[in-house]
């Protein structure tokens, strides 16, 4: 199949064509036809399936085949996207697809002054890509009106739901027309997810392609057994060893992220850090740096990292592990895409034992582990949090938590408890099994018959 065959014009399909992409991909595949005919859209994507252009064709296809309408342009689509860096992500695509087109788009998101968000909206767009935030308080200005919205698209709506927009989706909803065709990107199906399409979309087409919470066949896992106060040494050897030059490196904090990057540097390996109290433009400068290779490694958080989107990235490592499973395989998802080979490296102490356990459960595989000369050491066969959770499993449900990350967070300040109660409600949100979707997805299609 060749994008020529989905119903593209000329110039989006001239467009395409000069990005390289000659095939479209599954989700592309099945969902540009559901679009282009009108109908609401559910849809099961992980990061690296081309999602972005899977909504962003067609969208631009159906705006571009409407008459123009007189005076100042009215906002006629709707992005919604979790993050600054995935919104800039999709403001990209828009404008690389849409770059014969007589159509008009901006990105708008907080952490930049707003002013020049006002004046671009003031002259009028058809495309807004936007995080849910600064939308309201543009839409609070009277600064946009979205009563004329033709075409809603949340995109990594399980994300923003984890972020806790559910609110401001609900406020963003009441301000876009009923009648409007809605398309929901996620790559899990929660029942919080299922709530909001039930409520959100009009007898939707529903697609899912591959199997959810898998890993990409082409992305080579492997597990270094490490000590937790020998990881920086062992990345810095791997790095300078396999002669690494572009590697994202992820950890859990923010803090954890600043002290890496300097230590890396100070190791003569030129890092840059990535995480939500960046600036904009910091954050923004990094990445450039980054896929430009003046710098050799980006350390991110987890939330920083969405909206990373280079093609032939070959090094994803975990440095630490994610308490949340699912954030693996979204984490890894950064590398092995557009038919590439990656690799991801996880290094994993004892006390992040069963992490590794409740994620090999998640992916249904065992990740290979390996060892460097001078870092060998054994990770614990099962950890005693892990047997009291197999002797409660019939009673109440055990934390996923090892013990001593359990106590430890009694003792943190109110922010960071705060952050740790947040992912402890997401590990209640656990998304179904393949089997349930398909369960689920048919009373669906039954119901709405």
Known sequence: MSFSTLGLSEPILRAVAETGYTEPTPI???????????????????TG???????????????????????????????????????????????????????????????????????????????????????????????????????????????????????????????????????????????????????????????????????????????YPVKQDRKRALLSTLINTNGWEQVLVFTRTKHGANRLCKQLTSDGIPSEAIHGNKTQNARTKALAAFKARRVRVLVATDIAARGIDIDQLPHVVNFELPNVPEDYVHRIGRTGRAGNEGEAVSLVCAEEADYLRNIEKLIKASIPQKSVEGFETRLPEKTKSAARAKTNSAGKRASQQPKSERGDAKKRPAQQNKKRNAQSDRRKEQPMKAEDVAAYLSQMKAGMR
């Not at 595949?29 to 099961?44: C, F, R, S, T, W």
């Not at 081309?50 to 906002?75: C, D, I, N």
């Not at 002259?123 to 936007?130: P, Q």
């Not at 004329?148 to 876009?176: N, S, T, W, Y």
């Open 28 to 46: 592309q595949a099945q969902a540009i036809p559901v679009v282009l005919g009108g109908k609401d859209l559910l849809a099961g994507a992980q």
């Open 49 to 223: 399936t081309g999602k972005t252009a899977g909504f962003t064709l067609p969208m631009l296809q159906l705006l571009s085949s409407a008459a123009p309408s007189k005076g100042k342009r009215p906002v006629r689509a709707l992005v919604l996207t979790p993050t600054r860096e995935l919104a800039a992500q999709v403001g990209q695509s828009v404008e690389t697809y849409g770059k014969y087109l007589k159509l008009n788009s901006t990105v708008i998101f907080g952490g930049v002054n707003i002013n020049p968000q006002i004046n671009k909206l003031r002259g009028g767009v058809d495309i807004v890509v936007a995080t849910p935030g600064r939308l309201l308080d543009h839409a609070n200005q009277k600064n946009i009106d979205l009563s004329r919205i033709e075409l809603l698209i949340l995109d990594e709506a399980d994300r923003m739901l984890d972020m806790g927009f559910i609110h401001d989706i609900k406020k963003v909803l009441k301000l876009v027309p009923k009648k409007a065709q809605k398309l929901l990107f996620s790559a899990t199906f929660s029942d919080e997810i299922k709530t909001l399409a039930d409520g959100l979309l009009h007898n939707p087409e529903l697609i899912e392609v591959a199997r959810r919470n898998t890993t990409s066949e082409r992305v080579a896992q492997v597990v």
